[in-house]
């Protein structure tokens, strides 16, 4: 069972998209990393799923 899903997820700074339909489903007992360089909007993500 999902415990989170967020669909298609879309982000942008004046017109410019920083973050373009990304997707994101977590069962109940998942442990989650999100890994990516400087920049690749990873903190812009996790505000937009927790509100």
Do not use: H, W
């Not at 967020?6 to 890994?35: F, H, Q």
Request: some cysteine; aromatic content about 6%.
């Amino acid at each position: 069972m999902a415990v989170l899903k967020a669909l298609n997820l879309s982000k942008s700074y004046k017109k410019r998209p920083v973050i373009r339909d990304v997707s994101l489903t977590v069962e109940s007992g998942a442990i989650v990393g999100l890994l990516g360089p400087n920049g690749a909007g990873k903190t812009t993500c996790f505000y937009m799923i927790v509100g």
